[in-house]
């Protein structure tokens, strides 16, 4: 297997696919992956592997897809965390098989994909994605898209990762071990490009921090998703590169800016 950094650099969402199924052999590595999923958070995440047209599947968005991935989560705390990491674990998986796939929050139409999921009334589906064979070239609209929300771009790190104090920016030649699994985190997928991640890095100690811009609907907080994401490129990264340690909830009681919410934290072991 490739190392996860170097997945992490060929991720680009997929909106346009080759029009073939899934291949017999990338369908059962994919169903044995989403079995075996599990996330630092203790919340089970559960997928499933849908055929499109049995269950008319379809976004406005994807073009040639014939299978998709939704997973459900109970409605509990760190549900969103939880579903946002281990999604994200799915579709870097599928990327070392050669698949493409692009999480889908407002995309699709949700009722059809709940009931494909047989989502019970204490459960949620924050989010699914298409899963296939990456067409050559991208549709017009997908173009169109990718220009309108600078999906290639991310904030830069003064922006997003500090040192000590919320703001105080911390420099990537300043963050030591932390260095490689922040620059990946970085370079995350968040819905509408948003990057809600701040950071605050503090000995052995990463306050992971949710600023919050887009508003909160009746799926709940949609930037939670964003943050389980973040943390899962952070924490792939940091555990290739041997980092010890592990995420606790530990806020520091930082002052931070208003619509700032404490996510989590990460403790590196000595
Ligand atoms: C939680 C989440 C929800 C998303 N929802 C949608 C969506 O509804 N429709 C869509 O076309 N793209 C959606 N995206 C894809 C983002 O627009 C995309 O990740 C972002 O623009 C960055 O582009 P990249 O993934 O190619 O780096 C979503 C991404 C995430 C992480």
Redesign the pocket.
């Known amino acids: 297997m490739p190392p996860i950094t170097d997945t992490i650099l060929r991720?680009?969402?997929?909106?346009t696919f080759e029009d073939r199924p899934l291949a017999d052999e990338d369908r059962a590595d994919l169903e044995a992956f989403i079995a075996g999923i599990e996330t630092p958070f203790d919340v089970p995440v559960t997928f499933r592997l849908l055929d499109a047209e049995p269950h008319s599947l379809k976004?406005p968005?994807?073009v040639g897809a014939h299978s998709y991935v939704a997973a459900k989560v109970a409605r509990v705390h760190g549900a969103d965390l939880a579903c946002?990491y281990a999604?994200?674990c799915f579709c870097l998986h599928a990327i070392e098989r050669g698949l493409g796939s692009?999480?889908?929050?407002?995309?699709?139409s949700r009722k059809t994909f709940e009931q494909a999921m047989e989502v019970a009334p204490n459960e949620v589906m924050?989010?699914a994605s298409p899963v296939g064979y990456p067409a050559a070239k991208r549709s017009l609209r997908?173009s169109m898209?990718?220009k309108a929300?600078?999906?290639?771009e991310?904030l830069p790190w003064e922006q997003i990762f500090f040192s000590g104090a919320y703001g105080t920016p911390l420099r990537p030649s300043d963050a030591g071990i932390f260095s490689q699994p922040l620059e990946m985190m970085r370079?995350?997928?968040?819905?509408?490009?948003r990057q809600p991640w701040r950071v605050v890095v503090d000995g052995d100690m990463v306050h992971f921090y949710e600023e919050r811009t887009l508003k909160e609907s009746a799926l709940g907080d949609?930037?939670k998703?964003?943050m389980g994401?973040a943390l899962s490129h952070f924490d792939l990264v940091r555990q290739e590169a041997g980092i010890t340690g592990g995420f606790v909830p530990s806020d520091p009681g930082l002052t931070t800016p208003s619509g700032v919410e404490y996510i989590t934290s990460f403790n590196a072991a000595r």
């Open positions: 991720r680009v969402s997929v909106r976004s968005v994807i946002g999604f994200e692009v999480m889908l929050a407002a995309s699709l924050p989010v997908e898209m990718r929300i600078k999906s290639d991310r370079l995350a997928p968040s819905a509408a490009n949609i930037q998703v964003d994401i």
